[in-house]
């Protein structure tokens, strides 16, 4: 059984990764015979691409599905559905088709047609409100709190209708719209009396990109009022509570339709929608504690999460022993010492299993890694892509040039075994393993992978030069680790020039520093740098619409992981130069060699 997901967006949001877990937690119960899932992250499929994506992503798929075509394809979001409506016919007509994450307001004006059915989202902000205003009938004034992206200026527009009818008699207040710095003053500003709803803040008024997940501990620490929501990935993060909608139960919902649309061909639930899973109303009894609000004042059916036991409610028995002892021990000495004995034993088994309890929370409570092995990941496979794209058309060539596409599929096998590397470097991040680090020529490194780059140059029309020190001692590295920050700041490089409409020209240089270190330099005729240095290094902070700010940090923490350092400043004769250093190979080095692992 083969499953093909089309997500029509970032596939490591929280809310993407929830529903993929729920695809698979049915599929895995009810296809005895196993299944093959596959995703195809599109986010090519989100409004503003500059470019026809149908014309670019359908044919690319019908070549790669061509030979084994899905027997099942899950469309994740809106952009996902409307992509296969529109190429459906060209690429799988016969295939079913099942979507989901998919708000009830959208569903509206989506026609499925035949064998294609889906699952609604119900987001419940009407009931998030009546929630918010049970615990605090006395508020005053509702601030909603959403970004400045398409999707945040979207679920403001929805908020706004809720208000409309369920915020008679409040003030309302929009954040949220400025730089992230402003609106975490803005919150901090509100008084207590004051509801905070917060939807979404995927890009702030300066145009910096974030993860709305990430944020709410920030905003939470910020604010004296309460904060409410209705997306299940918030809960559990500083958020109150809400209506909550149960991401992971849109993809178990898909899969159910899928098996059953697969086991009965001619069933009704082709060219279904099947209703929204009702939203549950629940809180975190840890934020209603820090904003004292009444547990009393909810209804029967609200669910309260993360409650931490009272002190009689965790130690009733040993108490009630206690009291037990010592109302005995005037008559009965002889019982009070069996019972005191038997309470020490007691009292050392309860200490002994609450250190095991605390050993597994301590282990359970590892953050995901998922960004970083995204961004790292991506260098590589852009360069597969190229170079395949380069061969098919060398391939077609009359005669065809074979010799230049064979010796592209070498450049494909070095990226793909480049993108194994990463992958394993990352994984042994967890671990906490040793980087490799061994003596090399740089300038052999650089040599070795410049064919990797040189076809993306050409076609950005920038030209290159190499000014490399023939007499460059080895310098101590790890060579995956150099390799992807070369190609950050090459590319990089090039994103600046892209714009530009005079000489484009990329240098690339290596010198001795001093007797401890070697300089390496990428210098670009783009458009200079335009904020502080320090800014640039931060993460997730980019200057592009499509960027995700994890380049240069990344850059950055693998060269001050072998011990080096790294630095960015405009040339005078324009554009922007990148340095950084690396500790010159010693003839020997001690058996303790290699360097600690760099954080991402």
Request: charged share 20%; with cysteine; proline share 6%.
């Amino acid at each position: 059984m083969r499953v093909l997901v089309i997500q029509g967006g970032d596939p490591y949001l929280p809310s993407a990764v929830e529903q993929v877990k729920g695809l698979r937690r049915v599929f895995n119960e009810r296809l005895p015979n196993g299944f093959e899932m596959t995703s195809e992250p599109l986010q090519a499929l989100q409004a503003g691409a500059p470019y026809d994506s149908d014309a670019l992503l359908a044919p690319q798929l019908k070549t790669r599905y061509g030979s084994q075509p899905p027997d099942v394809v899950i469309a994740l979001r809106r952009p996902a559905i409307d992509f296969l409506l529109r190429t459906r016919q060209s690429l799988w007509p016969s295939a079913p088709i099942v979507f989901c994450g998919i708000p009830e307001d959208e569903i509206s004006d989506l026609t499925p047609g035949p064998n294609i059915s889906g699952v609604a989202m119900r987001f419940d902000v009407r009931g998030t409100l009546a929630l918010a205003r049970l615990l605090q009938p006395d508020a005053r004034r509702i601030a909603v709190v959403a970004g400045s992206s398409t999707y945040d200026r979207t679920w403001a527009n929805r908020v706004s209708k809720a208000l409309a009818t369920d915020a008679r008699g409040l003030d309302v207040v929009w954040l949220g719209t400025g730089a992230i710095e402003e609106t975490l003053g803005d919150v901090a500003r509100l008084p207590p009396d004051t509801i905070v709803l917060y939807t979404s803040i995927f890009r702030d008024g300066r145009g910096n990109v974030f993860i709305p997940r990430d944020l709410i501990p920030q905003l939470a620490a910020a604010s004296r009022a309460p904060i409410y929501s209705f997306f299940d990935t918030y809960f559990g993060q500083g958020i109150v509570g809400g209506a909550i909608s149960n991401w992971q139960q849109q993809g178990e919902e898909a899969a159910e339709l899928a098996v059953q649309m697969l086991a009965h061909p001619g069933s009704e639930a082709r060219g279904m929608v099947r209703p929204a899973p009702a939203a549950i109303t629940m809180v975190d009894w840890r934020a209603m504690s820090r904003y004292a609000l009444k547990e009393q004042a909810l209804s029967p059916s609200t669910l309260v999460e993360f409650r931490e036991p009272s002190f009689w409610s965790r130690y009733r028995w040993q108490i009630a022993i206690a009291v037990a002892l010592t109302a005995l021990q005037a008559a009965i000495i002889s019982a009070l010492l069996v019972q005191r004995a038997r309470a020490r034993r007691a009292e050392r088994l309860t200490v002994t299993q609450r250190e095991a309890l605390s050993q597994v929370a301590q282990l359970s409570a590892l953050g995901e890694l998922t960004a970083s092995i995204s961004h790292e990941v991506n260098q590589p496979l852009g360069a597969i892509v190229t170079s395949a794209d380069t061969a098919d058309l060398l391939l077609r060539q009359q005669p065809p040039n074979v010799d230049g596409a064979l010796r592209l599929v070498g450049n494909i096998r070095k990226a793909g075994i480049r993108a194994g590397e990463v992958t394993h470097r990352v994984r042994s991040l967890v671990r906490r393993h040793q980087v490799n680090t061994v003596a090399l020529d740089l300038n052999a490194l650089i040599t070795e992978m410049w064919p990797l780059v040189e076809g993306t140059i050409t076609r950005a029309g920038v030209s290159s030069e190499q000014q490399l020190d023939s007499a460059l001692p080895l310098v101590l590295a790890d060579k995956g680790e150099l390799q992807q920050v070369f190609l950050n700041l090459i590319l990089n490089a090039l994103d600046a020039m892209r714009a530009s409409n005079g000489r484009r020209h990329l240098l690339v240089s290596t010198r001795r520093l001093n007797d401890d270190f070697a300089l390496v330099g990428i210098d670009d005729s783009g458009h200079g740098l335009k904020v502080e240095e320090q800014k640039l290094f931060e993460s997730f902070f980019t200057t592009k619409p499509d960027g995700m700010g994890l380049g240069l940090p990344i850059a950055r923490s693998i060269v001050e992981a072998h011990g080096g350092t790294i630095t960015a400043a405009n040339n005078a004769q324009g554009g922007a130069s990148f340095r950084f250093t690396l500790p010159i190979a010693r003839t020997e080095i001690g058996s303790a060699g290699g360097l600690q692992e760099h954080g991402l």
